[in-house]
């Protein structure tokens, strides 16, 4: 059986704005840069036709005074590897999603069905909302050249080449496409169930533009979308341990919407992520092991968080339904939406008759739909569960599988699997639904980005103002675990771990042993002194003064 029309309905936008299909993070920061010019819209473009690597070599080509000695050969073999992001490069259905995200603009020349963001957009806008800052930082970056009371561009005399070509672009092609605000669709601010995932990420969006003096364009790009993928990772892992909570229990912690801001262990979210890290990346050690058992544990708790997914959208069709069909229900605040906290609210004994009827009329439709119920479905009546919970375990039945195969593939690739700044490796040839072979994993890109704004603190001055300084190893691996609950020199206690037995602490050194190495690699890290606490990390550019060597940034 097809579950039709509402009936099978399965996404929040309280819960994610994500539509569960894999991401790709130069198409994602394409469509955020639409939202950052539009005060969290999308963008409408009008454009007469599609844009191919022809139409932008003939851009460079038809204006040699503003690309001297640029041929045709060298320009569009420079526009495809360098300017553009393609899709299925290098085959015979090779198409142009739109330019590199290095400018804001570049979002204009995007091809919308080949740069598909699929919601990621929406969702980082919405949790960068927490502080305006990191909203107003990211925009002044991106259109740090454009006059936004005229469009007028003025490009910096430090722009680099690939910018300034795009900026090019945006001027030549200007009269050629119209762009304004889609307000066909608007913003809808569901408040966090956590609040705690979106002040992280905009304390460290803050934190690394502050380098945008001391690095180039390009590397401070690549390590944003690192970063915005770690973020989005780490929040939808969050939302798999709260979610099936908060159904549980009918109601969202009052620390989860005030973000945890106490410092005392009580004030600790008690669904924040705790993973494993593999230093090495070699699978097959004993600490890649551990790393998979982490993953495993993870990944098994994908189907929980989709019942609880149905849940709250049933909910919410319900909310819907007593507000609009029988008006027993009032819209908050002259909304025209239902938060998740106010949709479980529908689960106390006063809306008992009214849920049961409701739901009771969708398991007899799914009922109805079918000539002969499967042995599953009938197992399913025969638990005599309320309407409600038996509607959701049809769905589960139903559907349930589908979505855990469509989230796998876009939490995969929020952690980067097999792509630079990855969170999480699989083994080349294994199959997408095997969560077994799975394992967390520190990619060295991602490890530049966390250094990058873990090595920048206040200064001892009180000034507020941040400076780079040296930082011991044993206080970077703190800071890992008590900021986002990576681990790599000891076991989490929680989430598949019961703490270290004897034969794990072997492989705890040696996997202590393989993050100094991979930080030596990188160039952070040089060996002053075999003791532990001498043990330093020292930044790779130096803003204020490096002085100051106390505690990491909390």
Not at 181 to 206: F, I, S
Request: glycine share 8%.
């Amino acid at each position: 059986m097809a579950l039709t029309g509402a009936l099978g309905t399965f996404h929040h936008p309280g819960v994610s704005r994500i539509d569960y299909k894999p991401l790709d993070m130069d198409r994602v920061l394409t469509a955020l840069l639409a939202r950052l010019w539009h005060r969290g819209l999308p963008s409408k473009i009008s454009r007469s036709r599609t844009l191919d690597v022809e139409v932008f070599v003939k851009l460079f080509l038809e204006h040699p005074d503003a690309f001297e000695g640029f041929d045709r050969e060298n320009t569009t073999r420079w526009i495809a590897t360098h300017l553009l992001d393609l899709v299925n490069r290098g085959k015979a259905d090779e198409s142009v999603a739109g330019p590199r995200p290095l400018h804001g603009f570049t979002y204009r020349f995007r091809n919308s069905r080949k740069s598909r963001p699929y919601g990621a957009d929406e969702q980082l806008y919405e949790m960068l909302t927490a502080d305006e800052g990191a909203l107003k930082g990211l925009r002044e970056f991106f259109f740090s050249d454009v006059d936004r009371a005229t469009g007028t561009i003025t490009p910096g005399a430090g722009t680099d080449v690939e910018t300034q070509a795009l900026l090019h672009l945006v001027e030549l092609a200007g009269g050629q496409m119209q762009d304004r605000a889609d307000t066909g669709k608007p913003r809808t601010p569901y408040p966090q169930l956590c609040a705690e995932p979106a002040q992280l990420l905009c304390q460290d969006v803050m934190r690394l533009l502050y380098h945008q003096d001391h690095m180039p364009r390009t590397v401070l790009v690549d390590y944003l979308k690192v970063l915005f993928a770690f973020h989005l990772s780490l929040y939808h892992l969050r939302m798999m341990k709260l979610l099936p909570a908060v159904v549980d229990a009918s109601t969202v912690p009052g620390s989860c919407r005030k973000g945890h801001t106490g410092t005392a262990a009580a004030d600790r979210c008690p669904y924040r992520v705790r993973l494993f890290l593999d230093a090495e990346g070699t699978p097959g050690t004993p600490a890649a092991a551990l790393a998979e058992h982490s993953a495993d544990i993870w990944y098994r708790r994908i189907p929980p968080f989709i019942q609880a997914t149905y849940q709250i959208k049933k909910l919410d069709d319900f909310a819907e339904h007593l507000a609009a069909k029988t008006g027993t229900l009032s819209r908050p605040n002259g909304r025209s939406y239902f938060t998740p906290e106010e949709a479980l609210r529908l689960l106390g004994k006063s809306y008992r008759k009214d849920r049961d009827a409701f739901f009771l009329q969708r398991v007899n439709r799914v009922r109805d739909e079918e000539d002969e119920l499967p042995p599953e479905l009938k197992r399913i009546i025969q638990l005599g569960l309320d309407p409600f919970d038996e509607y959701t375990e049809m769905l589960m039945h139903y559907k349930g599988r589908y979505y855990r195969g469509q989230f796998v593939k876009c939490l995969d690739s929020m952690l980067l699997k097999h792509r630079p700044g990855a969170l999480l490796a699989q083994p080349r040839g294994g199959r997408g639904g095997d969560a077994s072979a799975r394992r967390f994993v520190l990619d060295a890109r991602l490890l530049e980005v966390l250094l990058q704004v873990s090595l920048l603190r206040e200064g001892g001055d009180g000034s507020g103002d941040l400076a780079t300084s040296p930082m011991r190893v044993d206080e970077f691996l703190a800071l890992l675990r008590d900021r986002y609950g990576l681990y790599i020199d000891r076991l989490p206690v929680g989430d598949g771990f019961t703490g270290a037995h004897l034969d794990d602490q072997a492989a705890l050194r040696a996997n202590s042993t393989a993050f100094l190495n991979r930080l030596r690699e990188i160039g952070y890290y040089q060996d002053m002194s075999d003791a532990y606490l001498t043990q330093t990390i020292t930044p790779r550019y130096a803003i204020g003064t490096t002085a100051r060597t106390g505690a990491g940034a909390r």
